[in-house]
């Protein structure tokens, strides 16, 4: 897509001098080129749209980012819980973000999905997947202030689109990879790298 701004692919037991933690969790190392996270408990990002749920403390490992950018990962998922998730996020402020995971649901379809919050409201498009598709790679790809999520299909070897939206705050922002545990914690995320182009 174009020049490599950022990549860490885990190579080394310390991260990135320009990698920070939103949230660190209790339980993270890295180890075999890999980022791997377990979850703490009752941790998420959403803010108010369904029930006046809000939560703000999931866990975010980010990089400042200006400018037009394509942040991508490559990420396995050993789910345990409902609602366990994990992905990539671009975040403004607590108000405004997004967010693009694959969710866990025990008794039906997994759901690859895209949050978007804007003034404090969170919306949620989502479409199943299979149990099996615990594996894959995503990317955001920001341009000017339109944001494009993509998800990358091994069958037909091309990224495929999920949405295409706007965020309304536009200063520098965190990009980064993300997991959560609204339920139970102990989900394990193993992220390959984060690249920024």
């Not at 001098?17 to 009752?42: A, C, F, G, H």
């Not at 749209?49 to 942040?71: C, E, I, P, R």
């Not at 690859?112 to 003034?119: A, D, E, M």
């Not at 598709?133 to 070897?157: A, L, P, W």
Request: proline residues 3%; glycine residues 6%; charged residues 25%.
């Amino acid at each position: 897509m174009g020049n490599i701004k950022f990549l860490e692919s885990f190579e080394q037991l310390s991260l990135s001098s320009k990698l920070n933690w939103y949230n660190e969790p209790s339980n993270w190392r890295t180890e075999k080129n890999q980022m791997v996270i377990s979850t703490d408990p009752e941790t998420d990002f959403w803010q108010k749209t369904h029930y006046g749920f809000q939560a703000d403390n999931g866990h975010l490992l980010y990089a400042k980012m200006s400018g037009n950018f394509v942040l991508e990962t490559h990420v396995k998922c050993d789910f345990k819980n409902q609602y366990d998730q994990a992905g990539l996020m671009v975040r403004v402020s607590e108000d405004c973000w997004v967010k693009t995971s694959v969710e866990f649901e025990p008794h039906e379809p997994n759901k690859l999905g895209t949050v978007v919050t804007n003034h404090g409201y969170s919306d949620w498009s989502t479409q199943d997947v299979e149990d099996s598709f615990t594996e894959f790679k995503v990317r955001i790809i920001r341009e000017g202030s339109t944001y494009i999520v993509q998800n990358y299909h091994t069958v037909s070897d091309e990224w495929i689109q999920i949405r295409m939206f706007h965020l309304f705050d536009q200063t520098n922002v965190m990009a980064g990879i993300y997991c959560c545990s609204p339920k139970k914690g102990g989900f394990q995320a193993a992220f390959d790298y984060v690249k920024i182009e």
